[in-house]
T-cell receptor
Framework: GAGVSQTPSNKVTEKGKYVELRCDPI?????LYWYRQSLGQGPEFLIY????????DSGLPNDRFFAVRPEGSVSTLKIQRTERGDSAVYLC????????????FGPGTRLTVL | AQRVTQPEKLLSVFKGAPVELKCNYS??????LFWYVQYSRQRLQLLLR??SRESIKGFTADLNKGETSFHLKKPFAQEEDSAMYYC?????????????FGTGTRLTIIP
């Protein structure tokens, strides 16, 4: 079946602009995660949804970052007033009922802030 | 807070030679440990997890709580093992589902 998909695959924006990154999880997966991977680093946790609600947003670096999952499926990560330091690959993952199960990752969105 | 350390950024091994990718962690409770792999132009995928105690693609990893390590091993390297490997930890706390990753080791198998 289809895996986790993310759009766009690449996004180039200018400093100060607003961006939205989209994640389509595996159908039926209730848990959804966002991670950020900077160059030379491992993925770093941002936020975790169980259904529609954010169960853990402790990884969001500041209030410019926000994520939603209004219907418990697709999620959007929103970044306001982008900064050059936001440049990274943003990864989405999903897992089936009971987040203790395996997390399946998407291909990522490469965000470049000029 | 938990932390995962992978001391080697790069590792080159000859085909047929043994492989060991090191992973150390710090966490005061009982962790779950994982190895994820990313092959060229592919997405990150789970290789193995310590609770499964199984061998995947010839790789094994044993959780050593005394040494706080979860090293990944394979007795005979194959060219298709060339990839980026990440060690990851998840705490045992209910509701804490996030993975904490190390910085990764790029493994290159020399033909």
């Amino acid at each position: 079946g289809a895996g986790v998909s993310q759009t766009p695959s690449n996004k180039v924006t200018e400093k100060g602009k607003y961006v939205e990154l989209r994640c389509d999880p595996i159908s039926g997966h209730t848990a959804l995660y966002w991670y950020r991977q900077s160059l030379g680093q491992g993925p770093e946790f941002l936020i975790y949804f169980q259904g529609t609600g954010a169960a853990d947003d402790s990884g969001l670096p500041n209030d410019r970052f926000f994520a939603v999952r209004p219907e418990g499926s697709v999620s959007t990560l929103k970044i306001q007033r982008t900064e050059r330091g936001d440049s990274a690959v943003y990864l989405c993952a999903s897992s089936s009922l009971g987040g203790r199960n395996e997390q399946f990752f998407g291909p990522g969105t490469r965000l470049t802030v000029l | 807070a938990q932390r995962v350390t992978q001391p080697e950024k790069l590792l080159s091994v000859f085909k047929g030679a043994p492989v060991e990718l090191k992973c150390n962690y710090s966490y005061s409770g009982s962790p779950e440990l994982f190895w994820y792999v990313q092959y060229s132009r592919q997405r990150l995928q789970l290789l193995l997890r310590h609770i499964s105690r199984e061998s995947i693609k010839g790789f094994t990893a044993d959780l050593n709580k005394g040494e706080t390590s979860f090293h990944l091993k394979k007795p005979f390297a194959q060219e298709e093992d060339s990839a980026m490997y990440y060690c990851a930890l998840r705490t045992s706390n209910f509701g804490n589902e996030k993975l904490t990753f190390g910085t990764g080791t790029r493994l290159t198998i020399i033909p």
